[in-house]
């Protein structure tokens, strides 16, 4: 059976040797499981800049396909029917998974698959629904943000209000798409639920997600850990909520004066006057107002093995968004047995347990962060069993064999009934 996929970026193994973006860790975890069944002829179709022609790869198990992207990826592009069409002329697939809603690439290949009359071949899997997340974009800012531009807004014709607007306009053909797709792909009551308040007709399969091959192997240990550490593991838009975080600093501070919290990513709070966005902006006068100068730690942008030995050196984790789904930062942190709390917020509920394998707090309060940061600093050494839950419970959800299996059970269920329907 061959499968071809459409993914948003380059996934390491393309982009290895080339400037070509990187990410999705999720897709490299599925990609390495299913590469270990032989009933599976994968092509991937991932966008590049590199060229204007459609590039072929198929040195490789796997095929690789190119297309070229224009510079906007967030606009719609007429063309991109056309060629995703006749790369599903070459490439001949029995299924057509894309990986996510976001881009508005995915509705020009349900375009091109509505004019091939091949929709009942398409599946999408949900990551993130724009739609949805639009929605909450600006959650827990002040009007001064939302609606306040710095120079560099001003010169880009940009603020918080617009760029959920923009979410909003990306969700439009997110939601097209979402109409003509007759199988997605799930695995939390709320990409359940959106999906089938968006596609009521679609049938529902629930797959959960393989994470990045290094995070299987190693174990936190609270006697290696940095004593009084919080790590974040993204945190350049809104969504990520460290403008929440930083709001409980000074509250766990007041016990905790060493107290240092790691944030992944580049220091949007210390661009220059040109480059800081408003939120940018907010960011730093909620660090230098509330006196956290010295315990906040900007770390760069971090490769797997550098984000997994943060996660271990970390006495907790905290997932302080205002929207997701399955956060793969919880998954990872679960994993590897670090103690974690999260917002309360999409399919969370699904991945862990209150009180037994971590702690859920209330999206808006940054007093109960406080709270529970303050009650695993407390727990020391204990800590570590409530880890040891997370991490059993993450083993089982995130199983590349099982999740390998049921997803190519899901494909094989979509080509019968395609077959089915052509007799």
């Not at 290895?16 to 299913?34: D, F, P, Q, R």
């Not at 923009?166 to 999906?195: F, H, M, Q």
């Not at 993204?234 to 944030?263: C, F, N, S």
């Not at 899901?410 to 052509?422: A, G, L």
Request: proline share 4%.
């Amino acid at each position: 059976m061959k499968v071809m996929w459409l993914i948003n970026f380059a996934l390491p193994t393309i982009a290895k040797g080339t400037a070509v973006n990187v990410n999705e860790g999720w897709i490299s975890g599925m990609l390495n499981a299913l590469v270990e069944f032989n009933s599976i002829h994968l092509a991937i179709c991932y966008p590049q800049k590199r060229t204007k022609e459609v590039q072929y790869d198929t040195n490789t198990n796997v095929e690789y396909i190119g297309y070229p992207q224009k510079e906007n990826s967030i606009k719609y592009d007429p063309d991109l029917k056309k060629v995703f069409g006749d790369i599903i002329d070459n490439v001949a697939p029995d299924i057509i998974h894309l990986m996510g809603t976001e881009f508005p690439h995915c509705y020009s290949m349900v375009e091109a698959c509505m004019d091939k009359k091949i929709r009942q071949k398409l599946v999408v899997s949900i990551q993130g629904l724009v739609s949805i997340y639009s929605q909450h974009y600006l959650n827990s800012l002040p009007v001064e943000v939302v609606y306040g531009r710095t120079i560099r807004d001003w010169l880009k014709n940009e603020n918080q209000s617009k760029a959920a607007k923009k979410l909003k306009s990306r969700g439009e053909y997110e939601e097209k798409a979402l109409s003509l797709i007759p199988n997605v792909i799930g695995r939390t009551d709320w990409d359940r639920a959106c999906t089938m308040q968006m596609a009521p007709n679609a049938q529902y399969y629930h797959n959960n997600e393989v994470l990045r091959k290094s995070f299987y192997d190693g174990k936190w240990s609270f006697d290696n850990c940095e004593k009084h550490s919080i790590f974040i593991s993204q945190a350049t838009t809104p969504i990520k909520g460290l403008h929440i975080m930083l709001r409980a600093m000074p509250l766990i501070k007041k016990k905790y004066p060493d107290v240092k919290l790691y944030v992944a990513g580049a220091n949007i709070s210390a661009f220059p006057i040109y480059k800081i966005s408003s939120y940018g902006k907010y960011l730093k006068k909620l660090i230098q107002n509330q006196g956290l100068c010295e315990n906040v730690v900007f770390t760069g942008p971090l490769v797997e093995k550098e984000m997994k030995s943060r996660f271990l050196a970390s006495n907790v984790f905290v997932s302080s968004s205002v929207i997701e789904n399955s956060p793969n930062s919880v998954g990872e942190a679960m994993i590897l047995g670090v103690p974690c709390i999260t917002s309360d917020v999409g399919g969370v509920k699904n991945m862990i347990k209150h009180e037994e394998e971590g702690f859920i707090y209330q999206t808006d309060a940054p007093y109960m962060i406080a709270y529970y940061v303050d009650k695993i600093f407390s727990m020391k050494a204990d800590a570590t069993l409530i880890g040891a839950k997370a991490r059993e419970h993450a083993l089982q959800t995130h199983d590349p064999i099982i999740n390998g299996r049921e997803l190519i059970e899901i494909y094989r269920k979509i080509k019968n009934e395609n077959t089915e329907d052509d007799a």
